[in-house]
């Protein structure tokens, strides 16, 4: 953290940086790590926000190795024989057309002997891209740019993908087959489901295309001739029980119940009492922040269900329905509705930041909402209500000086919250 903060904010400060580092691929990378294999070739393959640091860590342990792993621009970190491309996200894009295209390349020419190791952490979904026929990469990012926009909840929108994918859906590993594959994953999704993360390139899917299309419907989504053509006819993901698919091993290696309980071992150890309400909150952001705050009111007036001083830690992904033309992603919306449903509670404070470091598309991890924060606001000129029904949430804590910058932490477990109440 490089920002100066109150005690109460360097608090959340710490424990946010607790729960960063239960997740950092240097420390939950080399526990994973199978034996290198006695024979046979090693290709490290792999795509997210932290695949290249991943790849860094598993290459500090077995030496110099062949592969490429795709990585948001920004994201890159140096390696030592493992390629580092850059592409798009959270909407796909060309170079994310031409990266995948040549990762897959690199598993052509494998055999049983030889070994695939997927590095996989959030953001693979955008960063993999390869569009099943006869879509088109436009018409593809016009799908993922209404997803985002919907309110669907990440597996619901990962669902689609997979089904609008060439290399999703357990595709991928298809491809190194008859290889043998470990997937070592960084889950940025509730319930750390190998099929979702990432939407699944190495896991077999138990959805049928039908799936995809009910989504699309219950969420007013209008897609394009091609891709309701891939829908339609495309060739279908291979199933769970696959025989194909018995040569994949998965290994979650980070998620978000393990950094939330980072973070509430960091607080006992300064005297606070922390309480973890769960790390699968999904739902609309502005309705997740408003019953935080009623949990944290009922804390701090009836020292129920944990007295002060004390944090409830809780980790997940809400979403946005989009209706305003502000700006701010998720967690800067949680914080909002927070502070306006805390109104003048008097002393909670809240951060509320994907672990990414990057609150939707913005320069931001996300925001803390402090008893001071409206009172700014409003001395700005500034009615943070309508700043929330505008979905402007950026801007207000931009001028009120609560904005919380990290830059890319080369992880990500989803989403963390923490309301503290001294």
């Given at each position: 953290m490089t920002e100066a903060y109150d005690e109460p904010r360097q608090r959340l400060a710490r424990?946010?940086?607790?729960?960063?580092?239960a997740a950092a691929p240097s420390r939950c990378v080399p526990p994973a790590l199978p034996q290198p294999p006695g024979r046979g070739r090693t290709v490290v393959v792999g795509a997210g926000k932290g695949a290249a640091a991943m790849a860094a860590t598993v290459e500090a342990a077995w030496g110099p190795l062949s592969g490429i792993v795709v990585v948001p621009y920004g994201h890159g970190v140096a390696t030592r024989g493992v390629e580092v491309l850059e592409a798009g996200h959270p909407v796909p894009d060309e170079a994310g057309v031409a990266a995948t295209e040549r990762l897959l390349e690199r598993l052509d020419p494998l055999g049983e002997a030889d070994l695939v190791l997927v590095?996989?952490?959030g953001g693979g979904s955008a960063l993999l891209t390869a569009p099943a026929p006869p879509l088109d990469l436009a018409a593809k990012q016009a799908v993922s740019r209404e997803l985002l926009r919907s309110g669907a909840p990440i597996d619901a929108i990962n669902t689609v993908r997979r089904h609008l994918s060439a290399v999703k859906g357990g595709r991928l590993a298809l491809r190194a087959y008859p290889a043998r594959v470990i997937s070592l994953i960084i889950s940025d999704v509730p319930g750390d489901d190998p099929a979702t993360i990432a939407s699944g390139p190495t896991a077999g899917t138990t959805t049928p295309p039908e799936a995809a299309r009910a989504i699309l419907r219950r969420y007013g989504i209008t897609v394009s001739t091609a891709a309701a053509a891939a829908?339609?006819?495309?060739?279908p993901a291979p199933g769970s029980d696959d025989p194909r698919l018995a040569r994949v091993t998965h290994r979650v290696?980070?998620?978000a119940q393990g950094a939330l309980q980072a973070a509430a071992q960091a607080a006992r150890a300064e005297g606070v009492t922390p309480l973890v309400l769960g790390d699968t909150i999904e739902g609309e952001a502005r309705e997740a922040g408003r019953v935080l705050a009623g949990i944290g009111r009922a804390c701090a007036r009836w020292g129920t269900p944990v007295a002060p001083p004390c944090?409830?830690?809780?980790?997940?992904?809400?979403?946005?329905?989009?209706?305003?033309d502000g700006r701010g992603g998720r967690n800067t919306e949680l914080a909002l509705a927070a502070a306006l449903a805390l109104g003048d509670s008097g002393s909670p404070y809240l951060l509320s930041a994907d672990t990414d470091g990057i609150d939707g598309s913005e320069d931001n991890a996300g925001a803390m909402a402090t008893p001071?924060?409206?009172d700014r606001a409003r001395a700005a000129g500034l009615e943070p209500q309508a700043y929330l029904d505008g979905n402007d949430s950026y801007r207000l804590f931009e001028v009120t000086g609560d904005l919380l910058r990290t830059g890319p932490t080369l992880t990500n477990v989803n989403d963390f919250r923490a309301l503290y109440i001294p």
């Amino acid at each position: 953290m490089t920002e100066a903060y109150d005690e109460p904010r360097q608090r959340l400060a710490r424990w946010l940086d607790a729960a960063l580092a239960a997740a950092a691929p240097s420390r939950c990378v080399p526990p994973a790590l199978p034996q290198p294999p006695g024979r046979g070739r090693t290709v490290v393959v792999g795509a997210g926000k932290g695949a290249a640091a991943m790849a860094a860590t598993v290459e500090a342990a077995w030496g110099p190795l062949s592969g490429i792993v795709v990585v948001p621009y920004g994201h890159g970190v140096a390696t030592r024989g493992v390629e580092v491309l850059e592409a798009g996200h959270p909407v796909p894009d060309e170079a994310g057309v031409a990266a995948t295209e040549r990762l897959l390349e690199r598993l052509d020419p494998l055999g049983e002997a030889d070994l695939v190791l997927v590095l996989l952490s959030g953001g693979g979904s955008a960063l993999l891209t390869a569009p099943a026929p006869p879509l088109d990469l436009a018409a593809k990012q016009a799908v993922s740019r209404e997803l985002l926009r919907s309110g669907a909840p990440i597996d619901a929108i990962n669902t689609v993908r997979r089904h609008l994918s060439a290399v999703k859906g357990g595709r991928l590993a298809l491809r190194a087959y008859p290889a043998r594959v470990i997937s070592l994953i960084i889950s940025d999704v509730p319930g750390d489901d190998p099929a979702t993360i990432a939407s699944g390139p190495t896991a077999g899917t138990t959805t049928p295309p039908e799936a995809a299309r009910a989504i699309l419907r219950r969420y007013g989504i209008t897609v394009s001739t091609a891709a309701a053509a891939a829908l339609d006819r495309g060739e279908p993901a291979p199933g769970s029980d696959d025989p194909r698919l018995a040569r994949v091993t998965h290994r979650v290696i980070a998620n978000a119940q393990g950094a939330l309980q980072a973070a509430a071992q960091a607080a006992r150890a300064e005297g606070v009492t922390p309480l973890v309400l769960g790390d699968t909150i999904e739902g609309e952001a502005r309705e997740a922040g408003r019953v935080l705050a009623g949990i944290g009111r009922a804390c701090a007036r009836w020292g129920t269900p944990v007295a002060p001083p004390c944090v409830l830690l809780s980790g997940g992904e809400t979403t946005v329905t989009v209706r305003g033309d502000g700006r701010g992603g998720r967690n800067t919306e949680l914080a909002l509705a927070a502070a306006l449903a805390l109104g003048d509670s008097g002393s909670p404070y809240l951060l509320s930041a994907d672990t990414d470091g990057i609150d939707g598309s913005e320069d931001n991890a996300g925001a803390m909402a402090t008893p001071g924060t409206l009172d700014r606001a409003r001395a700005a000129g500034l009615e943070p209500q309508a700043y929330l029904d505008g979905n402007d949430s950026y801007r207000l804590f931009e001028v009120t000086g609560d904005l919380l910058r990290t830059g890319p932490t080369l992880t990500n477990v989803n989403d963390f919250r923490a309301l503290y109440i001294p």
